[in-house]
T-cell receptor
Framework: GENVEQHPSTLSVQEGDSAVIKCTYS??????FPWYKQELGKGPQLIID?????GEKKDQRIAVTLNKTAKHFSLHITETQPEDSAVYFC???????????FGSGTKLNVKP | DADVTQTPRNRITKTGKRIMLECSQT?????MYWYRQDPGLGLRLIYY???????NKGEISDGYSVSRQAQAKFSLSLESAIPNQTALYFC????????????FGQGTRLTVV
């Protein structure tokens, strides 16, 4: 089955700096890669996703890149703000959207 | 009000007790899911349902059972709780077969002592 690894487990940055979270996956059949943000006391919420037919996707200050050959994808947050502080999860799916394989999560702390 | 509501939000129970976690949604979505979150392990799928007559096991269904009482309600039961079922439990919904986004409830923190 699919195995998704996520690094780092914790990340601390200064407000205004950039943050990068990386994930690798094992199943070459995976073709959909969402990122979820979990704020304290809340459930995860989708913030951006990418399909395997594109290499990069941007939405304002966040972007995701995908390298299918190397089987890794990354979340990039620019100009970080304190409200970006949360736990971020990557996930992978092979098109069966009932089954997502999640990474172990990255706790991002943005220091004012 | 939240679109996906879980009750209770927190629960402490004793080993061997039966406990039910409830989930209701106002989004009108067909598909509902139960996940378990453990520190350092991300979210793992326990059960999922396409409709009231269609229940499917996820990757860690042992020790759990579910009931889809209506399109809007999906309950998770631990028949005889054990300490390693201590975790944060999330209910989620998806609109239909082609939808990619999952909408999560706020979670139920369960402690088995």
């Amino acid at each position: 089955g699919e195995n998704v690894e996520q690094h780092p487990s914790t990340l601390s940055v200064q407000e205004g700096d950039s943050a990068v979270i990386k994930c690798t996956y094992s199943d070459s059949a995976s073709n959909y890669f969402p990122w979820y943000k979990q704020e304290l006391g809340k459930g995860p919420q989708l913030i951006i996703d990418i399909r395997s037919n594109v290499g990069e996707k941007k939405d304002q200050r966040i972007a995701v890149t995908l390298n299918k050959t190397a089987k890794h994808f990354s979340l990039h947050i620019t100009e970080t703000q304190p409200e970006d502080s949360a736990v971020y999860f990557c996930a992978a799916s092979n098109g069966n959207f009932n089954k997502f394989y999640f990474g172990s999560g990255t706790k991002l702390n943005v220091k004012p | 009000d939240a679109d996906v509501t879980q009750t209770p939000r927190n629960r402490i129970t004793k080993t061997g007790k039966r406990i039910m976690l409830e989930c209701s949604q106002t989004k009108g979505h067909d598909r509902m899911y139960w996940y378990r979150q453990d520190p350092g392990l991300g979210l793992r799928l326990i059960y999922y349902s396409f409709d009231v007559k269609d229940i499917n096991k996820g990757e860690i269904s042992d020790g759990y059972s579910v009931s889809r009482q209506a399109q809007a309600k999906f309950s998770l039961s631990l028949e005889s709780a054990i300490p390693n079922q201590t975790a944060l439990y999330f209910c989620a919904t998806r609109e239909d077969r082609l939808s990619t986004e999952a909408f999560f409830g706020q979670g139920t923190r369960l402690t088995v002592v």
